[in-house]
């Protein structure tokens, strides 16, 4: 038995996805159990490490390096300590060090370089990995070529729209005005997505850190983070991280004795998936009805209460830090065409080993789906999967070996958008699927414009008829219609793109729109 | 208690104006935190009750129909009393995958519901939400706050016995 002097340490994530299978009944299972054997324990709450087929995964941190066992239930708990999983010791459980697993070392870590390495909530911690050196950097250097840096490295937007981010920056910089803002997008609404969520819970002041340099480089001195109301954990987190930040003057005035300020507020949105439209968003903040405005204005000219405004996407204003810290060439260096840097992709739904994978752009759709992914969950041949969100498009199998670059998936009609990758098996009614897009946005439309308002309930009621076999191929023809309606005449993207997904099921599999009718048809 | 649904007039409980009062002063009276504001009081009062409104207005300056036109904007917001805990089931494209539909039918069975609705003994509410951030945990739900991974029709019925008895999640 282990009698150790110092406490060994054990990680257990408090990451929303390690809680979901029981994290916090695993923590204090592992401090009853070692209270009982009197072995010293220091338990830390990490974030996740992303492969969340593991979840809880438990390390143990040894001379040779932090020891990773998963998935830990509680019953397992008092086994894992009589085989000596504080010294490391196998078990059916243990994976080796973490850092050795394919899965996690084959990855590409920039903007999650310490997302599940550290305690989220430390800033010693944060600023032992390299935190706040590019914030330092920033401070040193003229705003002007702090936005050149991100310019140059590439960034483009990771919310899904994939604008160059330097570029924005540029045009609120050169705007004058004494009161600007920083806006972070996280209302993370596009189902199989959940890398901002990772990253607001497992490294917080990353963010925060990101945000900061915006603000110093475009002259704003005040942002806010919207973040959604599913994240409650998120929420905590991040409210906390901005105590401690304050505390430590890395937030609010003439930060570490630099002339600069620059103060953060939460705003919690309402379970509204459009709100994660910018313009929607910004009414959301002012405590409006989330209604999409009209561009122009453009909202880095008029934007939050009227002022110039930086709107970024989490990951966009988490991957600055390491931007200004390692330079521009760095990052760019990463990547393919014009995709520069890496990406978050995000392995869901039917998937054996579903978690994050950063890596560089370039990877193909199949190297992380079978690759990493290791094939469905269910053991079914793939069928379809759907790329970038609820507005991505559904690919067939034989697409996969697409790399994951924004011009590659444009020429294969599709969207990479912000990482997402949900994989169906062969059980997957793809009419439903195309039904489903359309019914999503009839509860999601902000309502101000008609093709998307109305369209989508007659998208819904057309759907139900191609399915319920009435005048299939005149139905078919009216919804290739609406399609183009929508896409040409909506205000934003969730009317103009819903189209994607439904027109992307027809085109790759028309036979689901052709099925024989089923008893019980309608659902 | 009855169905929400069947709770056609609501009568706010007493003192929810000055709870109004307090949780707007607690955000500084700032009309643009009245989302914060929404938040604050569902959370003490587990409904946004309509007779606040007209306080929450005049303290924000801002008119009674813009500040019900928010309230009813957003689908996490509630205009009538619920039950004691509320059940958000996924239903998004990667719960899907893993045939969360089944799961939708079989909460709403046993707990004799539809979505939307408040089980006949009070305790729940049950919600379809979309995407919860659990995706490649799917099916995922969320239990006043509390998020739960790969629910299967048996994990659902013990996770509902341990928060019946009363016991913490
Ligand atoms: C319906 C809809 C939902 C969106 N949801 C999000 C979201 O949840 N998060 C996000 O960052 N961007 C979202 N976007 C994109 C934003 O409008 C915007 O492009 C983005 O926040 C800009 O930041 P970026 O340039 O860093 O990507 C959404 C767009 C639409 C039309
Ligand atoms: S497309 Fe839909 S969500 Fe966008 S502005 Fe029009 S109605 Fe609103
Ligand atoms: S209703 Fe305006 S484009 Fe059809
Ligand atoms: S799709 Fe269900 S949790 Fe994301």
New interface residues.
């Given amino acids: 038995m282990t009698k150790a002097r110092t406490a060994i340490r054990v990680y257990v994530p408090r990451d929303?996805?390690a809680?979901?299978?029981g994290a916090d009944s695993v923590a204090r299972a592992i401090a009853a159990e070692a209270k009982k054997r009197g072995d010293k324990v220091e338990i830390v709450r990490n974030g996740s490490r992303g492969m969340?087929?593991l979840?809880p995964l438990v390390e143990v941190e040894t001379p040779e390096g932090r020891i990773a066992y998963g998935p830990v239930k509680t019953s397992d708990v008092e086994d894992l300590f009589g085989t000596g999983f504080l010294e490391g010791k196998a078990h059916r459980l243990c994976h080796g060090l973490t850092a050795e697993i394919p899965y996690f070392k084959n990855q590409e870590r920039l903007t999650f370089a310490r997302v599940g390495l550290i305690d989220p909530l430390s800033i010693e911690d944060y600023r032992k990995y390299d935190g706040y050196v590019g914030l330092t950097k920033a401070m040193a250097m003229e705003p002007i070529d702090i936005v050149d840096q991100v310019t140059k490295s590439g960034l483009r937007g990771r919310g899904g729209a994939a604008f160059p981010t330097g570029i924005k920056w540029k045009t609120v910089h050169d705007t004058h005005n004494a009161q600007k803002y920083i806006c972070c997008n996280a209302d993370?609404?596009?189902?199989?997505?959940?890398a901002d969520?990772m990253l607001m819970e497992g490294d917080p002041f990353c963010l925060i850190e990101g945000m900061t340099i915006a603000g110093i480089a475009v002259g704003a001195t005040k942002g806010y983070i919207y973040v959604r109301?599913?994240?409650?954990?998120a929420v905590d987190t991040l409210r906390e991280a901005i105590r401690i930040a304050n505390r430590a003057n890395w937030l609010g005035r003439n930060i570490q004795g630099s002339p600069y300020h620059f103060d953060l507020e939460v705003?919690?949105?309402?379970?509204?998936?459009v709100c994660g439209e910018e313009t929607s968003m910004l009414e959301?903040?002012?405590?409006?009805?989330?209604l999409v405005r009209y561009k122009p204005p453009l909202p880095a000219i008029e934007g939050l209460?009227g002022k110039p405004t930086v709107i970024n996407n989490v990951l966009s204003l988490g991957s600055v830090p390491i931007i200004l810290d390692k330079g521009a060439d760095y990052y760019r260096d990463f990547g393919m065409g014009r995709s520069r840097g890496t990406l978050a992709f995000?392995?869901?739904?039917?998937?054996k080993q579903?978690?994050l994978v950063e890596k560089a752009f370039g990877v193909t759709a199949r190297e992380l789906i079978e690759g990493y992914g290791a094939g469905t969950?269910s053991g079914r041949p793939i069928r379809a999967v759907?790329f970038g969100g609820?507005l991505g498009a559904y690919l067939p199998e034989h697409l996969l070996d697409t790399p994951m670059d924004y011009e590659e998936f444009t020429k294969v009609d599709a969207l990479v958008g912000h990482g997402?990758i949900?994989?169906?098996?062969d059980t997957?009614d793809m009419a439903a699927?195309a039904r489903?897009a359309m019914e999503?946005c009839t509860?999601?439309s902000c309502g101000k414009c008609t093709p998307c308002r109305i369209g989508s309930t007659r998208g819904v009621e057309t759907m139900d008829r191609i399915i319920g076999g009435i005048e299939r191929e005149r139905n078919i023809e009216i919804l290739t219609d609406l399609c183009e309606t929508m896409t040409d005449g909506s205000l934003c993207a969730m009317g103009g793109l819903t189209p994607m997904p439904v027109m992307s099921a027809l085109r790759h599999f028309p036979e689901d729109f052709h099925r024989p009718v089923q008893a019980a048809a309608a659902? | 208690m009855t169905k929400s649904t069947l709770n056609v007039k609501n009568v706010a409980p007493a003192g929810s104006d000055e709870l109004a009062r307090t949780i707007c002063a607690a955000h500084d009276n700032r009309p643009d935190a009245l989302l914060e504001i929404f938040h604050d009081l569902q959370h003490d009062l587990g409904y946004v009750p309509e007779e606040t409104l007209t306080v929450i207005a005049d303290i924000l300056n801002r008119s009674r129909a813009e500040i019900y036109g928010v309230l009813t904007f957003y689908h996490e917001f509630r205009r009538t009393p619920g039950g004691q805990h509320t059940i958000k089931i996924c239903r998004a494209e990667a719960c899907q995958a893993m045939h969360t539909q089944e799961l939708c039918r079989h909460a709403q069975d046993k707990l004799r519901v539809k979505f939307g609705e408040t089980t006949a003994d009070g305790k729940f509410n049950l919600e379809a939400v979309y995407c919860l951030g659990n995706c490649a945990l799917s099916p995922a739900m969320m239990i006043d706050g509390d998020l739960y991974g790969c629910v299967d029709k048996e994990r659902f019925d013990d996770i509902i016995a341990d928060i019946d008895r009363g016991a913490t999640a």
């Fill in positions: 929303a996805a809680l979901s299978m969340l087929w979840e993370e609404g596009d189902s199989g997505t959940f969520r109301s599913e994240y409650p954990h705003r919690m949105g309402a379970g509204a998936y959301s903040i002012e405590g409006r009805r989330g209460f995000q392995l869901a739904g039917n998937i579903g978690g969950l759907q609820p997402g949900v994989v169906f098996d997957v699927m489903f999503f509860i999601e659902e």
